[in-house]
């Protein structure tokens, strides 16, 4: 990977982490360098869940999916993606949604 594309990806993880903030879930880029369950490219206050972020026109579903679910560690495996000019959003396995949805209500109801 070029230093033109860590650069983005490191950009796209902190804007990330800030449009989860603006709907009320406190979020930060997550510490890359360890790999593993244990540093998503955003850390949120969402217990059990891994955010892997993709901020790329040439967007793979289905390759980015399988990289969430593989670093995951047994939490639910979510896909944060935003293409040049376009809004971020979130693609998450539709059996994984009910759980999500709780948890994040969960999330909000506290805060």
């Known amino acids: 990977m070029g230093m033109k594309s860590k650069r983005k990806g490191k950009v796209g993880e902190r804007e990330a982490a800030e449009a989860l903030r603006e709907v009320g879930i406190d979020a930060r880029r997550g ?5 593993g ?10 217990p059990g869940v891994h955010f892997e972020v993709k901020r790329t026109e040439r967007f793979r579903l289905y390759a980015a999916l399988r990289q969430a679910i593989d670093e995951c560690g047994g939490a639910i495996p979510v896909v944060l993606h935003r293409a040049n000019r376009e809004e971020w959003v979130a693609i998450v396995r539709l059996r994984d949604l009910p759980n999500l949805a709780t948890k994040v209500y969960l999330t909000l109801a506290q805060g």
């Open 31 to 35: 510490v890359q360098y360890q790999g």
């Open 37 to 46: 369950e244990e540093s998503p490219d955003v850390v949120a206050e969402i």
